[in-house]
């Protein structure tokens, strides 16, 4: 079935610094949204894509829909202790409703 | 504004049993859609209803699963006979427009564990 890519699978850092992730994929992506799970919750809407090339931030969290729209990436900056959890990227193939999903990043944030 | 309510948040059943979930999507949104997440994994997408029409269960197996979303109340996922492979995290999530439309705002889940 269709893929996407997400990496890294996880991430250690220290409190203050700048997160990056990004998913891609071989095929044509209507919408990408970013997603956060923390444990035993449900994911969390964080940011959704609609078009191409289209940059959207929420607080310290920046994402972008890549322009070949096969790819997008999720930046957090300054992170803090409640950043911790497995980030998710999500995206519609053409119209459809199902959402494809990338098997997540975890933030693991060094004390 | 309640978000998404899924119950039970834990389900524990012996194998060959029957599991009922049960979600009640936020107000106004009569788009509903079920996914599976096992751990270390994405979700997986099993069905799509709106208020009593199942719109696609292309992701939900065809034998001892099932899914209704009745004119009133919750939307319910059954599975029946239930076997240790049925283990999982069960997600709804509901929307007021036909995604792709509007982004959909998922429950906190309900854990199945087939012993």
Not at chain 1, 57 to 67: E, H, K, P, V, Y
Not at chain 2, 34 to 63: A, C, H, T
Not at chain 2, 77 to 99: E, N
């Amino acid at each position: 079935g269709q893929q996407l890519n997400q990496s890294p699978q996880s991430m250690f850092i220290q409190e203050g610094e700048d997160v990056s992730m990004n998913c891609t994929s071989s095929s044509i992506f209507n919408t990408w949204l970013w997603y956060k799970q923390d444990p035993g919750e449900g994911p969390v809407l964080l940011i959704a894509l609609y078009k191409a090339g289209e940059l959207t931030s929420n607080g310290r969290l920046t994402a972008q829909f890549g322009i070949t729209r096969k790819d997008s990436f999720l930046n957090i900056s300054a992170s803090i202790p409640s950043d911790v959890g497995i980030y998710f990227c999500a995206g519609h193939l053409d119209s459809n409703y199902q959402l494809i999903w990338g098997a997540g990043t975890k933030l693991i944030i060094k004390p | 504004n309640a978000g998404v309510m899924q119950n039970p948040r834990h389900l524990v059943r012996r194998r060959g049993q029957e599991a009922r979930l049960r979600c009640s999507p936020m107000k106004g949104h009569s788009h509903v859609y079920w996914y599976r997440q096992l751990p270390e994994e994405g979700l997986k997408f099993m069905v799509y209803l709106q208020k009593e029409n199942i719109i696609d269960e292309s992701g939900m197996p065809k034998e001892r699963f099932s899914a209704e979303f009745p004119k009133e109340g919750p939307s319910i996922l059954r599975i029946q006979q239930v076997v240790r492979g049925d283990s999982a995290a069960y997600f709804c999530a509901s929307s007021p427009l036909a995604s792709p439309n509007s982004p959909l705002h998922f429950g906190n889940g309900t854990r199945l564990t087939v012993t």
